[in-house]
């Protein structure tokens, strides 16, 4: 049984992080901050029980790194997902799962398997905002600020601004996670239970690209 199964077995309430960088452009400061140890302790201190990381294949190096320098961890729920323990916080990475992704988002998101509501972590692209927003997990958005068109940072800012997600940096995402929690009980829901413009979620995430950003044509 691995670790997250027994404590899921124990009965002991859990709380995950999820941080996805994309299946596309590679992130490494953002893979480098949230494997610092202050952001760790950061999660230690919000009540934080897992930090579960998707890391692409550019990344896969620094994550297999940050589990050898502190301890392997045996089996983490497969062959193809590594992990360890520091400060109390199951460490678990994978590059990246054929299914997708909407399964970690929703365990994010909590009420499940013991789970409370966490927090996903996202580069600022679109599809994975997308996936966050479906589930309805509270979001931090990344920009990936190396990119030549940085259509992220623009996205991040409008959705910040519509107070639908808060914008972390990779030199201080400790603050980017006591900020979440701090506003946790007044998020403003990307799925509103009565919707008043018709919209789907998809679509509605659209229309921002759309009317705020003019990416879509």
């Given at each position: 049984?691995?670790?997250?199964e ?38 230690h ?9 998707q ?113 972390g ?15 946790r ?10 919707s ?13 690209l ?7 044509d």
């Amino acid at each position: 049984m691995n670790t997250a199964e027994e404590l899921t077995a124990s009965g002991k309430t859990r709380k995950l992080c999820f941080v996805t960088i994309g299946a596309t452009a590679g992130f490494q400061s953002l893979i480098k901050a949230i494997l610092d140890i202050k952001f760790i302790c950061a999660l230690h201190d919000t009540g934080y029980t897992e930090l579960r990381v998707q890391y692409g294949k550019e990344e896969s190096s620094i994550f297999d790194d940050f589990v050898r320098t502190n301890g392997e961890g045996g089996d983490s729920g497969g062959d193809s997902v590594r992990g360890t323990l520091v400060e109390g916080i199951l460490v678990t990475g994978f590059d990246f799962k054929l299914e997708g992704l909407a399964a970690d988002m929703r365990d994010a998101k909590g009420g499940i398997d013991e789970l409370v509501e966490g927090v996903v972590i996202s580069h600022a692209g679109t599809g994975s905002i997308l996936e966050a927003f479906r589930a309805n997990s509270p979001l931090i958005v990344v920009p990936n600020v190396t990119l030549l068109d940085n259509h992220q940072q623009e996205l991040a800012d409008e959705l910040a601004r519509q107070k639908y997600v808060i914008v972390g940096k990779t030199e201080n995402l400790p603050a980017a996670i006591f900020e979440i929690e701090e506003q946790r009980s007044r998020r403003k829901p990307w799925l509103p239970v009565n919707s008043q413009d018709g919209l789907t979620p998809s679509k509605r995430f659209f229309a921002v690209l759309d009317e705020q950003m003019g990416f879509v044509d």
